[in-house]
């Protein structure tokens, strides 16, 4: 059997459509299925069409968090709650073509372990969009040693795959990335970002900003190691400074060096702070796994089976 899971925030007038497009393609293909949405705090009424659509389908299950936890979370309470021998993890806005499923299955089928969708265009996105989305996926590129540029959550897991990332620790996870990461015998399919066909995108500039920064010091310490370049090439500059200063002194036009004072005043303090803030970021992140709190936090679920506790507590979450 392979489950489908479907992170859902706001998504009140895709989840019918969704549930009639995937169950009939699995039917189809008669591949034995299931549907795992997960209502990621919705504040319209996504979370009564998910118990709608579990009532009309026998395969279709529902989870709803206590609050908005963010797509990530969402996924591994997703594949947390996954029965099947594999998953695999699907946009609710079918940007993902559904089709793609019963390809991946295929691949699952001759012994594939994760099968990745790749984005073979990127869709339809502003020059700066698209700009930003390169440095961030160069740097996980980097971090990861895989190519991350057209990479997408759209994704084929075997069990094994499953268990391990359900094993991580880590709170603030970045599933894209870590599911590369974590190897396996992997293939690639390549995908065209359809339009989103209701509602709309859940990303705000700002969102992203966040969205990327967490991402990059969850996945490499280069900001780090930047500080330290920094550091090398202000004392470049000092020595450089220093020579001159001694010399002007030797030679007796020392005086009038107001400008150079201040403006290196500016320059090392704003470094120095520029570095601090940078560390304290990383602080922060310890600050935030070390407190142990759970990835989400589940309030409901609906469908056949419901079994799932919240992760990280030993709270069974009631009928
Ligand atoms: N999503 C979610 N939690 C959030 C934001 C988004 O579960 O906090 C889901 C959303 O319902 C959709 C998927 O993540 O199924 C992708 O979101 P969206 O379409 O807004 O992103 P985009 O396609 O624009 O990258
Ligand atoms: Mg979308």
């Known amino acids: 059997m392979?489950?489908?899971?479907?992170?859902?925030?706001?998504?009140?007038?895709?989840?019918?459509?969704?549930?009639?497009?995937?169950?009939?393609i699995l039917k189809d293909a008669?591949?034995?299925?299931?549907?795992v949405f997960v209502d990621d705090g919705s504040k319209d009424g996504t979370w009564k069409e998910v118990q709608k659509a579990s009532e009309g389908y026998p395969g279709v299950r529902g989870?709803?968090?206590?609050?908005?936890?963010?797509?990530?979370s969402a996924i591994f309470a997703g594949l947390a709650a996954a029965k099947g021998e594999c998953a695999v993890v699907i946009d609710c806005d079918l940007q993902h073509p559904p089709e793609k499923i019963v390809e991946m299955y295929r691949l699952w089928e001759e012994g594939y372990e994760?099968?990745?969708?790749?984005?073979?265009?990127?869709?339809?996105?502003?020059?700066?969009?698209?700009?930003?989305?390169?440095?961030?996926?160069?740097?996980?590129?980097?971090?990861?040693?895989?190519?991350?540029?057209?990479?997408?959550?759209y994704k084929l897991l075997d069990r094994n795959a499953?268990?391990?990332l359900l094993n991580m620790r880590e709170k603030k996870v970045f599933f894209r990335a870590l599911s590369s990461w974590i190897g396996f015998k992997t293939t690639q399919i390549e995908y065209d970002v359809m339009g989103r066909e209701a509602g709309e995108s859940k990303w705000s500039t700002r969102s992203l900003i966040r969205y990327a920064l967490t991402n990059i010091t969850s996945f490499t310490v280069a900001p780090l190691q930047l500080i330290t370049v920094l550091g090398i090439l202000l004392?470049?500059?000092?020595?450089?400074?220093?020579?001159?200063?001694?010399?002007?002194?030797?030679?007796?036009?020392?005086?009038?060096?107001?400008?150079?004072?201040?403006?290196?005043?500016c320059f090392t303090s704003s470094t120095i702070m520029m570095s601090l803030g940078i560390m304290g970021y990383y602080i922060?992140?310890?600050?935030?796994?070390?407190?142990?709190?759970?990835?989400?936090?589940?309030?409901?679920?609906?469908?056949?089976?419901?079994?799932?506790?919240?992760?990280?507590?030993?709270?069974?979450v009631s009928e």
């Open 114 to 153: 994760i099968v990745e969708g790749i984005k073979a265009s990127r869709g339809k996105e502003s020059v700066m969009h698209a700009f930003a989305a390169k440095c961030f996926y160069s740097m996980i590129s980097d971090a990861t040693g895989i190519d991350m540029s057209r990479a997408s959550d």
């Open 284 to 316: 922060a992140k310890i600050y935030e796994e070390i407190k142990g709190r759970p990835k989400y936090i589940v309030a409901e679920e609906t469908g056949k089976g419901r079994t799932s506790y919240s992760e990280g507590m030993d709270r069974k």
């Open 2 to 24: 392979i489950s489908v899971v479907i992170p859902a925030y706001n998504e009140e007038k895709m989840i019918a459509k969704t549930t009639d497009v995937i169950c009939g």
């Open 235 to 265: 004392f470049v500059v000092t020595v450089a400074l220093s020579i001159q200063t001694v010399v002007y002194k030797i030679m007796g036009i020392a005086a009038e060096g107001f400008t150079t004072i201040i403006i290196l005043q």
């Open 63 to 72: 989870i709803s968090f206590s609050r908005n936890f963010g797509k990530e």
């Open 162 to 164: 499953i268990n391990v």
């Open 30 to 35: 008669s591949i034995a299925y299931e549907l």
